[in-house]
């Protein structure tokens, strides 16, 4: 009895004191690499996607970096003011390609790839909140299963609030060491719950349940980490586009972790409780 406690116990520490939730972007584009139905999503999108954020980096690097990094070099040490200066530079370029590109042109191909995902995950039944799906089982392309998207979808929705934090927050690059790491967890602490946007929607919260899932304690150092680590992949120039899609099939594999997790969630005091008597034979 005492050694199948024991793992439960176990069990309850690691999901109290470890959360994945960093791993999703990463896992996010290794979902995408191997399931060869998502890959159509791409044709349309990434290219020119692609071109037009290097062209707006591009410029930035040509006109403003070498005089961030000889303001940087006045007070930082040896080499710290080009790594300062880089991210100073990638966080304008990610804030540009943000109001530019993202909501304008990407945001229904991630609501695409987040419900197929859910469907291939054997979670339909929560796409069909929002929007049909075909009922067709030998369909084996979750894409081809998906029905027109509802009016307004949105995989994250534009936020003034997050822009104005980035504005605020991006002087932190100036400082040395700790800058940078600071600068992308506090962007990340708001960029997390709203990677999960299409999650809340299709759940059905409404903006209390929303704002009370997100800042349970668990969730909301889980959601920073979730934030810190997609912005961190949105900070390698050649790859951010590609970034931007795989991170809506990571959010889908994180939804569906959330609810595993809320599936399989039994209160300890009940976990150790014996089973309920019944007197039938």
């Known amino acids: 009895m005492a050694h199948d406690a024991q793992p439960g116990a176990m069990k309850r520490f690691a999901r109290a004191n470890f959360s994945p939730a960093f791993l999703y972007p990463f896992k996010g584009i290794w979902y995408f690499a191997t399931h060869r139905y998502l890959h159509p999503l791409l044709k349309s999108r990434l290219l020119p996607l692609t071109l037009l954020a290097t062209c707006v980096l591009v410029l930035l690097f040509l006109t403003a970096y070498i005089p961030v990094v000889a303001f940087l070099a006045l007070f ?28 304008l042109f990407v945001d229904d191909t991630q609501v695409d790839i987040f419900d197929a995902v859910l469907i291939a995950e054997g979670y339909e039944h929560l796409v069909k909140n929002r929007r049909p799906v075909a009922d067709d089982i030998d369909e084996s392309d979750p894409v081809k299963r998906l029905g027109a998207r509802e009016k307004g979808a949105t995989f994250a929705p534009f936020s003034v609030r997050q822009m104005v934090e980035l504005i605020i927050c991006l002087p932190l690059n100036f400082i ?24 809340f929607e299709l759940k ?20 920073m980490w979730f934030g810190t680590f997609y912005l961190l992949l949105q900070f390698i120039p050649p790859l951010s586009m590609l970034f931007l899609l795989t991170s809506a099939a990571g959010s889908a594999l994180w939804s569906v972790h959330v609810e595993q997790e809320s599936a399989d969630h039994v209160p300890a005091e009940e976990e150790d409780l014996p089973p309920a008597y019944h007197d039938e034979p």
């Open 176 to 199: 040395p060491f700790v800058g940078v790491p600071l600068f992308l967890l506090l962007t990340g602490y708001r960029a997390g719950p709203l990677l999960n946007w299409r999650y």
């Open 76 to 103: 930082h040490y040896k080499g710290s003011a080009w790594v300062n200066g880089t991210f100073f530079i990638l966080g304008i370029g990610t804030l540009l390609i943000s109001l530019l590109f993202e909501a």
């Open 204 to 223: 059905g919260f409404t903006k209390k349940q929303r704002n009370q899932f997100i800042k349970t304690k668990q969730r909301r150092w889980e959601y």
